[in-house]
């Protein structure tokens, strides 16, 4: 039976967000990586996830679909 996650506010790929939240990342890269680990090791394959706002900084719709392809649900 698949299980339905809610989340907001990941912020891929926003440096600034670090700071402004105080998030224990040394940079995008280490925090785009610990949100994907915490994500997948939370939701799996079969799960549904509606992401409610403030998923990615970036403009490019790519970089969106590149991290929505390396996450469960």
Request: charged share 25%.
């Amino acid at each position: 039976m698949s299980k339905v996650f809610y989340t907001s506010d990941l912020h891929f790929g926003h440096a600034n967000v670090i700071k402004f939240d105080q998030r224990p990342f040394k940079d995008v890269q280490e925090m785009e990586e610990a949100l994907i680990s915490n994500w997948n090791n939370a939701v799996s394959k079969q799960d549904i996830t509606y992401i409610l706002g403030d998923f990615c900084w970036s403009k490019d719709p790519k970089e969106w679909i590149r991290i929505l392809d390396l996450l469960n649900g």
